[in-house]
Nanobody, 130 residues
Framework: EVQLVESGGGLVQSGGSLRLSCAAS????????IGWFRQAPGREREGLSC????????PYADSVKGRFTISSDGARNTVYLQMNNLKPEDTAVYYC???????????????????????WGQGTQVTVSS
């Protein structure tokens, strides 16, 4: 059974940092791509970044490029999202998701597509105050 559990969300001031964690079980990082997404009230879910062992250059959404960094720890089966220089518009529920056999790379236009991901965590709230 695939389970994804996010943690690390919270309230932070504008300009601050947070690190989100996604603990994955029932998946092998050799066979799955893991992505980070977010959804603000009244807005569509947005793909932020993803990582896969068979991937290439890591894709990032333009809205977070240069501020967010994704990383993975295979020994802990955990994927992280380091978020720096946070802005009020980053306020959202953040989700991690898993996609079997997804090759996560800037040259794959489906890397950050919501519909490409089959398994989802419950989400963690990030609130950035101005």
């Amino acid at each position: 059974e695939v389970q994804l559990v996010e943690s690390g969300g919270g309230l932070v001031q504008s300009g601050g940092s947070l690190r989100l964690s996604c603990a994955a079980s029932g998946v092998s990082f050799d066979d799955y791509g893991i992505g980070w997404f977010r959804q603000a009230p009244g807005r569509e879910r947005e793909g932020l970044s993803c990582v896969s062992n068979n991937g290439g250059r890591t894709p990032y959404a333009d809205s977070v490029k240069g501020r967010f960094t994704i990383s993975s720890d295979g020994a802990r089966n955990t994927v992280y999202l380091q978020m720096n220089n946070l802005k009020p518009e980053d306020t959202a529920v953040y989700y991690c998701a898993a996609s079997p056999y997804l090759r996560c790379t800037t040259t794959n236009p489906y890397s950050l597509g919501v519909s490409e991901y089959e398994f989802w965590g419950q989400g963690t709230q990030v609130t950035v105050s101005s």
